[in-house]
Nanobody
Framework: QVQLVESGGGLVQAGGSLRLSCAAS????????MGWFRQAPGKGRAFVAA????????DYEDSVKGRFTISRDNAKNTVYLQMNSLKPEDTAVYLC????????????????WGQGTQVTVSS
């Protein structure tokens, strides 16, 4: 089992940037694929980005391609989401997740979740 804690959320103007961090506990962090999801008011939880355990493969939801970058530092047990050119539509609670599902960068099958960090983008 892995425990996840997100940080880095906040209020930012449209066009600005934020970098979210997800700190993971446990000795087997490097064996987990990691993902970022978001949940906006009145909407369900939606996939944002994912990264394989090695960091060699990534996947992004279409609306964030070219703006967001997911990365990880296994030595620090941390996964990041760099968010640039933020839009009001990006406003949501962002959650990181971990899965032992083998593959490049899965969009589903996540079993472990953080509590989330609020990102608010004003226009």
């Amino acid at each position: 089992q892995v425990q996840l804690v997100e940080s880095g959320g906040g209020l930012v103007q449209a066009g600005g940037s934020l970098r979210l961090s997800c700190a993971a506990s446990g000795r087997t962090f490097s064996r987990y694929s990691m993902g970022w999801f978001r949940q906006a008011p009145g909407k369900g939880r939606a996939f944002v980005a994912a990264i394989s355990w090695s960091g060699s493969s990534t996947d992004y939801e279409d609306s964030v391609k070219g703006r967001f970058t997911i990365s990880r530092d296994n030595a620090k047990n941390t996964v990041y989401l760099q968010m640039n050119s933020l839009k009001p539509e990006d406003t949501a609670v962002y959650l990181c997740a971990a899965t032992t599902v083998l593959g490049a960068a899965p969009r589903s099958g996540y079993d472990y979740w953080g509590q989330g960090t609020q990102v608010t983008v004003s226009s």
